[in-house]
Each structure stands twice: as structure tokens, then as C-alpha cells.
């Protein structure tokens, strides 16, 4: 069973930084960001292609969060620095399996495995 470990969470203040992490236990896979805050319907952070060849920001991030692979660990990594109390929420992996599809790395739908989140909060 395929299953996403994430990690890097935090609390922090106003224009700090974290680092999130995530790693599937088998497999190649494109992997994304997503976040919900409270209240809010879920939302594209961040993506990369399975082999590194394409990556993609939500606007609100541009500039802000990088996303990064690590092969030899199987590992995305979402560098976020800057941050603002506007991006408290839960951040979410997301993975598609090398190959399976071409649709759009930016939707949810686009995703076939899912981790259990890490929260991000900042506060001002």
C-alpha cells in the first residue's frame, strides 16, 4: 500500500521559514502541495514532475515556496520562506504515479494517493 510520509511542520512567526518533506515508501511519483485553512476549500500550493522536468506555484506562492526533489531519498521537499499568518493551514502531499496520467499537476483530482497533512501555523 502506497503511503506518503510527511513531515516539517511548525509554528513560526511572520516572515520565518519551514521546510516540508515528503516521501512515498515505494514508487515514482509526481508529487504536490495542497493546503486547506479553516474554513477554506483546499488548495494548489505547489508541484513537481515525477522526473524534475516541471514544476508549478500557485500565484499567492511565486517567489516564496520553492519545491525541490531529493532522488536519492525519494523526497519532495517545500521550501517555504517568508510566510505570512495568511498561509496557516494544513498542508497536504499528494502523489501520482510516474506514467499514469498527463492531466494537470495543479488539480486534486489529478491525484491518486494522499498523506495525512502537517500543520503550518504563522503567526503574526
Known amino acids: 500500500q502506497v503511503q506518503l510520509v510527511e513531515s516539517g511542520g511548525g509554528l513560526v512567526q511572520a516572515w520565518g521559514s519551514l521546510r516540508l518533506s515528503c516521501t512515498p515508501n515505494e514508487g515514482t511519483f509526481s508529487l504536490g502541495w495542497f493546503r486547506r485553512a479553516p474554513g477554506n476549500e483546499r488548495e494548489f500550493v505547489a508541484a513537481?514532475?515525477?522526473?524534475?522536468?516541471?514544476?508549478y506555484y500557485a500565484d499567492s506562492v511565486k517567489g516564496r515556496f520553492t519545491i525541490s526533489r531529493d532522488y536519492t531519498k525519494n523526497t519532495v521537499y517545500l521550501q517555504m520562506n517568508s510566510l505570512r499568518p495568511e498561509d496557516t493551514a494544513r498542508y497536504s502531499c499528494a502523489g501520482r504515479k510516474a506514467g499514469r496520467s498527463s492531466a494537470p499537476l495543479t488539480q486534486e483530482a489529478s491525484y491518486d494517493y494522499w498523506g495525512q497533512g502537517t500543520q503550518v501555523t504563522v503567526s503574526s
Open positions: 513537481m514532475s515525477w522526473n524534475g522536468q516541471a514544476t
